[in-house]
């Protein structure tokens, strides 16, 4: 992926990043399992950031990716 994209999908995560720290501490009971799933979940929305199509807000999308793979994660 070209760097621009890179760098506007960290700034996008970093503005947002408190909908992953709610849904980590939902589903997750200690610290580490937190940031094991905080790392998932970022890896997650990188693989699927190319799909995002901007229909929706980013931080929408970003929730429903988050939930998916926390529940998979479970």
Do not use: C
């Not at 700034?11 to 709610?22: F, S, T």
């Not at 849904?23 to 905080?38: A, G, H, P, V, W």
């Not at 199509?53 to 998916?68: C, D, E, I, Q």
């Amino acid at each position: 992926m070209p760097e621009a994209t890179e760098q506007e999908f960290l700034q996008l995560v970093n503005a947002n990043k408190g909908i992953i720290h709610k849904i980590t501490k939902m589903y997750m009971d200690t610290s580490e399992d937190q940031k094991d799933l905080f790392q998932e979940i970022v890896l997650q929305l990188w693989k699927a950031y190319p799909g995002f199509k901007g229909n929706s807000k980013f931080s929408t999308w970003m929730y429903r990716v988050a939930l998916n793979t926390a529940l998979v994660f479970l």
